[in-house]
């Protein structure tokens, strides 16, 4: 049999065994842990947000590489990437730091829309995906509440 066929052969076969591998696990839960203010770029704001990534499963996550996206009040905000690698032990958990952009046009449309009450907490909804072995990254998604004080420091998000 020449290499070319078995290589046809063997590829779904690899592929069918890495997604029976990852049925029946829980997906991650995750939560912004914290945000802090990065130096900016021009018309950009930077921040860092530390993600609190739960592993409900009887494995570990080996991650390599992380994206994110935050929505506040229903609208998009932020968005980043890390090349970080790392493992979340089985029924453990880790934080992981993420560099996120928010474009000006982002930034002044969010405090157009903040009403003229006093807001201490902003919805947020989170989205994302943990780099895995080939083809095989792990998405997320989480909503919640983010401290106003995010913006001057940390915060906390539930």
Not at 54 to 79: H, K, T, V
Not at 99 to 122: E, H
Not at 130 to 153: C, H, N, S, T
Request: glycine share 12%; aromatic share 4%.
């Amino acid at each position: 049999m020449s290499s070319r066929r078995q290589l046809v052969l063997v590829v779904p076969a690899l592929a069918a065994t890495a997604c029976a591998s990852l049925s029946g696990s829980d997906p991650p839960r995750v939560s912004v842990a914290g945000i802090e203010a990065l130096p900016g770029e021009g018309l950009e704001l930077r921040f860092l947000v530390k993600l609190r990534v739960q592993n409900p499963n009887e494995g570990a996550i080996d991650y390599r590489g992380i994206s994110m996206e935050l929505d506040l009040m229903g609208q998009p905000f932020a968005s980043g990437v890390s090349d970080a690698a790392g493992s979340v032990p089985r029924f453990g958990e880790a934080v992981i730091g993420v560099p996120a952009t928010v474009s000006a046009m982002n930034a002044i449309r969010q405090m157009l829309g903040l009403p003229s009450r006093d807001v201490r907490r902003l919805d947020y909804r989170l989205r994302g995906k943990l780099g895995g072995p080939v083809g095989a990254a792990l998405r997320f998604e989480a909503k919640g509440e983010l401290d106003i004080a995010a913006f001057g420091g940390t915060a906390l998000g539930r």
